[in-house]
């Protein structure tokens, strides 16, 4: 069965403190692994498409990584406005987007 | 452009009566979702649609959900009846390509809480 699971559940940080969180995945033929960024209220916010093992994509603070069997989110210095939940999800050859239940990642200066 | 489009944003419904959730993806994408977020199941599918035909609805928990796509600019997403176990964030996503990897765009939700 296809399967996603992130960790840690919630991460706290100081500003400036750089951390990652982790998205593992057992899947039958990854199409593409995704990364969003959800504020309360919102939907979630496209981020990063990654394709192959060994890919890796950055966006400011933020860089993505994948293994085949697992992918992390670097986050790098962070700042308060990064607080938000970062959810993964991989999309098998279904086409179907299965996600992980998230990472609520609180910043504080 | 405008992003995926969904109405109403919040909807406040008493138990058996019908709920219509709209959805209008983004211009030129062939592909359309249908998710439910809620704290203990996380974000879930529904159905989805490539060029307005339904293709997977094996996530559409009971007789009672059902999802239309009458053109390729409009959707809906119909619960009747409603119960309290409905209550949560309904999500419209589209995106360009049928039946290949392509990055999903999401809308605002509806919140529905049924009483």
């Known amino acids: 069965e296809d399967q996603v699971t992130q960790s840690p559940e919630a991460l706290r940080l100081q500003e400036g403190e750089s951390s990652s969180l982790n998205c593992s995945y057992t899947?039958?033929?990854?199409?593409?692994l995704f990364w969003y960024r959800q504020d309360p209220g919102k939907g979630p916010e496209f981020l990063f498409t990654?394709?192959?093992a060994g890919e890796e994509k950055e966006k400011e603070r933020l860089k993505a990584t994948l293994t085949k069997k697992e992918s992390f989110l670097h986050i790098t210095a962070p700042k308060p406005e990064d607080s938000a939940t970062y959810l993964c999800?991989?999309?098998?050859?279904?086409?179907?987007?299965?996600f992980g239940a998230g990472t609520r990642l609180a910043v504080h200066p | 452009d405008a992003g995926v489009i969904q109405s109403p944003r919040h909807e406040v419904t008493e138990m058996g009566q019908e709920v219509t959730l709209r959805c209008k993806p983004i211009?030129?994408?062939?592909?359309l979702f249908w998710y439910r977020q809620t704290m203990m199941r996380g974000l879930e599918l529904l159905i989805y649609?490539?060029?307005?035909?339904?293709?997977?609805d094996s996530g559409m928990p009971e007789d009672r959900f059902s999802a239309k796509m009458p053109n390729a600019s409009f959707s809906t997403l119909k619960i009747q009846p409603s119960e309290p176990r409905d209550s949560a964030v309904y999500f419209c996503?589209?995106?360009?390509?049928?039946?290949?990897?392509?990055?999903?765009?999401f809308g605002p939700g509806t919140r529905l809480t049924v009483l």
């Open positions: 999800a991989v999309q098998a050859l279904s086409n179907k987007l299965i």
């Open positions: 899947v039958s033929g990854l199409r593409g």
């Open positions: 990654l394709y192959s």
């Open positions: 211009s030129g994408h062939n592909s």
């Open positions: 649609f490539n060029n307005n035909v339904p293709i997977d």
């Open positions: 996503a589209s995106s360009r390509l049928a039946g290949a990897p392509d990055t999903q765009y």
